[in-house]
């Protein structure tokens, strides 16, 4: 047999045998190897947290919390006592009570068709700054003076400011004629809660904060 026919021979087994062998490196090249999946918790510790504590029930090989002990000895879940509110229940806040309501009345007058007459005098060496809410805008009462604010309708708050800063007494005089009220404002030394603010409520009562 001529030798350059032997070497074709063994070329060919040469080059079959490579051909079987490089498709199958790539794949061992790039093979990822599995990795085990991790074990869930099957009893996470928000089931024993409030407010799940009392209100869902474990899942079964878990240790009971409040709600399962509650469902194994009375067959409900949810603990009665507990007061949940919807969300689509609005709930009110508790209202301090207004200052007319926490202290007695310094005087009453009647008002006439739902309108008093007010009498500011001013017996301060000051001058005073004074004001019916919504009614009439600031004004000013020299000391010694006086002025009469007419048909105010109630409810009304006047407040009245010494421009020194100083306190101010307010003091109530009975009038014969009326629906008339007569303030007497006067200097004070000792300090209270009273800031010069006047409240006359529409049955009459008449309040000073």
């Not at 309708?153 to 010494?162: A, D, G, L, S, Y």
């Amino acid at each position: 047999m001529p030798k350059n026919k032997i070497n074709n021979k063994v070329l060919k087994r040469i080059l079959s045998s490579v051909a079987i062998v490089i498709p199958f490196l790539p794949l061992a090249a790039f093979a990822v190897p599995k990795r085990p999946n991790p074990k869930r918790n099957p009893c996470p510790q928000i089931y024993y947290e409030e407010p799940y504590n009392n209100k869902i029930l474990v899942p079964a090989g878990c240790t009971p919390n409040a709600a399962t002990e509650r469902w194994k000895k009375t067959g409900q879940a949810v603990d009665q006592s507990i007061n949940i509110i919807s969300p689509d229940t609005s709930v009110k806040p508790i209202q301090p009570p207004i200052p007319e309501n926490r202290a007695n009345a310094i005087a009453t007058i009647k008002p006439m068709m739902g309108k008093v007459s007010v009498v500011l005098k001013n017996d301060t060496n000051t001058r005073i700054s004074y004001q019916a809410i919504t009614h009439t805008q600031v004004r000013y009462l020299e000391g010694g003076e006086e002025v009469t604010l007419q048909d105010v309708p109630t409810p009304v708050t006047i407040t009245m400011i010494r421009e020194d800063k100083g306190l101010l007494r307010v003091m109530p005089m009975s009038s014969e004629e009326k629906g008339m009220l007569t303030i007497t404002l006067d200097e004070k030394t000792k300090f209270d809660n009273n800031q010069g603010v006047l409240r006359i409520q529409e049955d009459g009562q008449v309040f000073l904060n």
